[in-house]
């Protein structure tokens, strides 16, 4: 151990710089790409100049050139202003979803985890067959009873999701409801409503808004496949699976038309997922 007191002091900055979790790489990397994509959201016209349905049908199929960053597609339009002007509903549609599945998931497990006995085995048959289901294929079926749109993409996507918050919310309100100080609170004669309110509900919401995070990458990936399929936001809307709805039919011509929708998609995802993941280590580190 160095005897010179300058080299300890200097080296105890750096040490704590590395030592925060918040300042590692693995945990800024895909926090500044989630920023990128809400400032994209925010504010559009700073990374293009050209509106997502501006037509030039001397540049159809045009390739890449400093004008248009990823070419045009089949009808002029720019690639990179629909994508960059898409991610505003792609991403609305991902959030809207989480917050609907997260909202029903918490009312479906708190009554599969507190209700009665009769009433509980009742839900947690209706969440294992539900859980038994891709969310793709649930999200399916409710887009064939109310059709097709953005409104009802984003009900589609956040109704399939609601099995797996509510799973989490049942097991979390399980192990809490026998803890020693919601005991304490029955032995005084607190009010169900209070007990649940106060002491049950804010103890299991941490997890819950660790899989949010990751659940809004999901929402994204899952409504830019129905949008893909032809089932969910409806051309010629600018929405990242409906670009690479678009840019199939010229894949062997035109193939940047679905690279750079294809490239946002997998990458928000990954950039979302890999936050979420973080959070969820970082949270459990200082617990």
């Not at 409504?223 to 969910?232: D, I, Q, V």
């Amino acid at each position: 151990m160095s005897s010179n007191p300058l080299l300890v002091t200097s080296d105890q900055p750096r040490r704590s710089r590395s030592g925060n979790p918040w300042l590692l790489s693995k945990t800024l990397i895909p926090a500044a790409f989630v920023l990128l994509l809400i400032i994209t959201v925010i504010a559009p016209q700073w990374f293009t100049p050209l509106k997502p349905d501006d037509m030039d049908m001397d540049a159809v199929l045009a390739t890449p050139t400093l004008h248009h960053l990823f070419g045009t597609d089949s009808l002029g339009r720019d690639v990179f202003s629909r994508v960059i002007y898409g991610s505003a509903l792609s991403l609305s549609i991902g959030v809207g979803a989480t917050l609907i599945a997260c909202a029903g998931g918490m009312a479906l497990g708190l009554l599969s985890a507190l209700a009665p006995v009769a009433l509980r085995r009742v839900l947690v048959r209706i969440l294992d067959i539900l859980l038994a289901f891709p969310e793709l294929l649930l999200a399916l079926l409710v887009i064939a009873v109310l059709g097709r749109g953005p409104t009802n993409t984003l009900i589609a996507v956040g109704l399939s999701g609601i099995a797996s918050y509510a799973r989490l919310l049942r097991s979390q309100v399980l192990q809490v409801k026998l803890s020693g100080y919601v005991e304490h609170a029955v032995a005084l004669g607190e009010a169900p409503p209070s007990i649940i309110f106060r002491h049950i509900l804010p103890n299991t919401l941490r997890p819950l808004l660790i899989l949010a995070t990751i659940g809004v990458g999901q929402s994204v990936l899952t409504a830019s496949s129905l949008s893909f399929l032809g089932l969910g936001v409806v051309p010629p809307t600018a929405e990242w699976g409906a670009l690479l709805a678009d840019g199939r039919d010229y894949l062997d011509v035109a193939p940047w038309i679905s690279l750079l929708p294809a490239t946002v998609v997998a990458v928000s995802v990954i950039a979302i997922t890999l936050l979420g993941r973080r959070l969820q280590t970082i949270l459990a580190k200082g617990a």
